[in-house]
């Protein structure tokens, strides 16, 4: 979904956590070879950079330009642009190896704005059959740094939810439980069961009024004449969080659902 993330994609990206490298090894020891992997919506490239220390070439794709000229080089993954025009035919020759050739697909905080089963076509089509492993996974807004935060910060988040302005925002928000995932269980999670899992992102508030200024729901509420960080907002923020030079660690709430195909 180009253009989501585009306007200010250098500050998304310094805002995400970094997805936990043992995340990486437990899906490499459920497929069964390691030859190829694709990294669907990649971004800059942070979980195929992850990926790559366990499979030999990882072919990484997204539709938005922008992020992909923010990919980060590795000998073992390629970037490609894949427009949303591209056809079901032209993805699957894209990635490389041909139809029951991918040993992984990964698709790191995206899915959800996916053309959903166009995307799973080209999953079943391109996952090796039998042992290929599919798995996707996002976090919300849901974050933990405190009590007295923790509180401030559920409050800000349902004065955000009418903001949204993607229907896909729902998956998400509801933690996919509500996200199709038309796969056979592997063990971390199942359709309409995601496994729920923990990340960690250090970080000054500053470096956190930077992340809610970028969030989408809170540039569609200014554009409405409702500003969501008014600076009594942000002062509350602020002395919940400590003061504005403290540095803090805060923990997503993350979910994930992988499989293997029917």
Request: overall charge negative; proline content about 3%.
């Given at each position: 979904m180009?253009?989501?993330?585009?306007?200010?994609?250098?500050?998304y990206l310094d805002a995400r956590p970094t997805y936990p490298s043992d995340?990486?090894?437990?899906l490499a020891a459920l497929s069964h070879r390691h030859n190829l992997a694709w990294d669907a919506g990649t971004g800059n490239g942070q979980a195929a950079i992850g990926i790559a220390e366990h499979y030999d070439r990882v072919v990484a794709t997204d539709v938005s330009e922008t992020?992909?000229?923010?990919?980060?080089?590795h000998p073992?993954?390629?970037?490609?642009?894949?427009?949303?025009s591209m056809t079901e035919d032209?993805?699957?020759?894209l990635i490389g190896g041909g139809?029951?050739?991918?040993?992984?697909?990964?698709?790191?905080?995206?899915v959800h704005w996916f053309d959903l089963p166009r995307f799973y076509a080209v999953a079943n089509r391109l996952l090796r059959k039998p042992g290929g492993i599919i798995a996707v996974w996002s976090y919300n807004n849901d974050m933990v740094v405190s009590p007295e935060f923790d509180s401030l910060m559920a409050r800000f988040n349902a004065e955000t939810l009418p903001y949204f302005k993607f229907s896909e925002s729902q998956y998400f928000l509801d933690g996919y439980k509500t996200l199709p995932f038309p796969f056979e269980s592997v063990g971390l999670g199942s359709e309409g069961k995601p496994i729920e899992l923990e990340m960690k992102?250090?970080?000054?508030?500053?470096?956190?009024l930077r992340i809610l200024r970028s969030w989408s729901a809170v540039g569609a509420a200014k554009e409405k004449g409702v500003d969501l960080l008014s600076d009594n907002i942000v002062k509350e923020l602020e002395t919940a969080w400590g003061g504005s030079e403290l540095v803090r660690t805060i923990v997503y709430k993350t979910f994930m659902?992988?499989?293997?195909?029917?």
């Open positions: 180009s253009g989501v993330y585009d306007n200010q994609a250098d500050i995340w990486y090894s437990k992020m992909l000229n923010l990919g980060k080089p073992k993954v390629t970037y490609h642009h894949t427009p949303s032209e993805m699957v020759n139809e029951s050739s991918v040993d992984l697909i990964t698709v790191a905080t995206a992102k250090t970080m000054s508030f500053e470096g956190l659902l992988a499989g293997t195909v029917r």
